[in-house]
């Protein structure tokens, strides 16, 4: 079975002893992780260590980066570079985010780079991609987001292919009053599924965890994760909530 994963996307929220007090709550919330499970905490870069130090040693639970830098160090003021990242304890990189992509202008190429530099320090890249509302009422997201993968991912072997996992986030649904169903999320997945294996074949594909990154509550994280092609989501608001965030880690399939 694919890796199911709950990612928690903590954003740029939360104070040092807010940060502390929240993985330490979730930490010590009942759940449970089978061996195809994860649960992989995405928080800003100055508690890091911190988070990386609580979780040290816990089975399937990983800390991430939210973005990275394509070099590997020099005079980039305000960057933060992989190895920095790894010498704290991340062992994921969230890249691509809608967010970073909307208000920092990052490129499909720009992320290819950074998807390359995360790999050859051997950090799993967690690649964003999706549409925004226009492109989904014009009926062109299936080769928009398409594309997205193309353009970054497509000039990786299999075997770097394999090591990647993908979430989608349907920019359309988030904040904007819109609803995403599960099947129209199980839609898009299935379409990027099918992208991956014309590129590498079905075997291959079929190993990729595709995460969704639309709107996860606890209260439907079950539902969203039973459809066959989703693996697990990538969670905003809900992870900033311990109660929550345990009852989306316990919805994994």
């Not at 100055?46 to 990983?62: I, R, S, T």
């Not at 305000?78 to 920092?104: D, I, N």
């Not at 928009?144 to 292919?161: M, T």
Request: some cysteine; glycine content about 8%; overall charge negative.
């Amino acid at each position: 079975m694919r890796k199911q994963v709950a990612a928690a996307n903590w954003k740029m929220n939360l104070t040092y002893k807010q940060a502390e007090q929240l993985i330490t709550d979730i930490i010590n919330t009942p759940h449970s992780l089978a061996a195809h499970q994860l649960a992989v905490f995405a928080v800003p870069f100055p508690y890091l260590k911190m988070v990386a130090d609580k979780v040290n040693g816990k089975q399937g639970v990983g800390v991430a980066a939210q973005n990275c830098y394509t070099q590997k160090a020099g005079a980039y003021t305000g960057e933060t570079s992989v190895e920095m990242l790894q010498s704290v304890g991340a062992t994921y990189v969230v890249l691509g985010h809608s967010e970073r992509r909307e208000y920092f202008n990052e490129s499909n190429q720009m992320l290819a780079e950074k998807v390359n530099i995360v790999l050859s320090y051997g950090l799993t890249p967690i690649f964003c991609c999706g549409e925004a509302l226009h492109i989904r009422e014009a009926g062109t997201q299936n080769e928009y987001v398409g594309n997205q993968l193309k353009e970054s991912l497509f000039h990786l072997s299999a075997e770097e292919l394999q090591k990647i996992i993908i979430a989608y986030e349907p920019i359309w649904a988030i904040g904007t009053g819109k609803t995403a169903t599960s099947e129209q999320a199980q839609e898009m997945h299935a379409h990027l599924r099918s992208v991956l294996a014309t590129q590498y074949g079905k075997e291959v594909a079929d190993t990729i965890s595709i995460l969704y990154g639309g709107s996860v509550k606890g209260s439907n994280a079950k539902e969203i994760f039973s459809q066959p092609d989703v693996d697990g989501g990538l969670v905003g608001g809900a992870s900033l909530k311990a109660d929550e965030f345990v009852q989306i880690i316990n919805g994994l399939k």
